[in-house]
């Protein structure tokens, strides 16, 4: 079999902000460093996202020691710095689960609503351990404002398959996946089958399939949408189930450890696909 290795690590400072693509990152229980700390929400604490807002697409988020940067062109950055302890807490909300966070303040909130023309603010998890506990695996497992779960595991050659399978001219990068950690080295939709994997000094606990949505329409360079359709109709001819159009699988941390690419991924146990598991259900 050939060695399945790491391709790619990949965090999102800030939830629904472009990403960043370090050699290595560590891992710890709610996700990999500086992953989705951060977080828009509309004025009454509901979270934004590219479902909603495409350019946000558009935005860059660097951390820095003090907190964050963020960027867009033909704007000043904007610098933010870590809420201290008197910054004031909300209430916010993830899909139906509602954290408290601190409010990043007016200065990073004006920012953020010139660039996407909303208002909005921004607020920090600063307690990421205990925060936001979701029931997972049989547990309460620690996330940040990541969708449901911690981690997000893909796949290259399913990438390949699935564009493969795309109309000529249609094939999408990895980027609208927006996934955490990307394998090489394993067989189209393997991923599926992967109960347990050791990424680097980390071990990984696969639970479910990942429902894609419309952001994987967005180029998330330009934030236009070439082609509404795709990739979703064609994942969607192979790849649904009854809980949505499936790629890459969600990720919980059973064994915190360093992430970087190019280090050695072992799949420690395996089964039937999930996917398909879902599919015999119709």
Known sequence: MTDLSVAGVH??????????????????PWGLEADRRWMITDPQGRFITQRTCRDMALISALPTPQGLELGKANMPPCVVRFPDTNAPMRSVTVWKDTVQ??????DAAVWLAEALAQPCRLVWMDT????????????????SFADGYPLLVANTASLADLNARLPLGQAVPMARFRPNIVV?????????????IRV?????????????????????TT??????????????????TPKGIMF??????????????GAPVTVLDSG???????????
């Open 248 to 261: 890459a699988q969600n990720a919980v941390v059973e064994q915190p450890g360093i992430i970087e690419v």
């Open 128 to 143: 990421p351990q205990q925060a936001r506990l979701r029931h997972l695996d049989q547990a309460d497992v620690p996330v």
């Open 11 to 28: 965090v999102y400072p800030v939830k629904g902000l472009r990403g960043l693509s370090p050699t290595q990152a560590r891992l710890w």
């Open 200 to 220: 680097g000094t980390a071990i990984l606990r696969i639970l479910a399939p990942c429902s894609r949505c419309v952001v994987t329409t967005i180029d998330q």
């Open 184 to 196: 090489q080295g394993a067989a189209p939709w393997a991923e599926d089958g992967w109960l347990r």
């Open 223 to 240: 934030a236009e949408v070439p082609y509404p359709k795709e990739p979703l109709a064609t994942l969607a001819s192979f790849h649904r």
């Open 272 to 282: 039937p696909s999930n996917v398909l598991a879902q599919m015999a259900k119709v």
């Open 101 to 106: 966070a601190r409010d990043a303040g007016k």
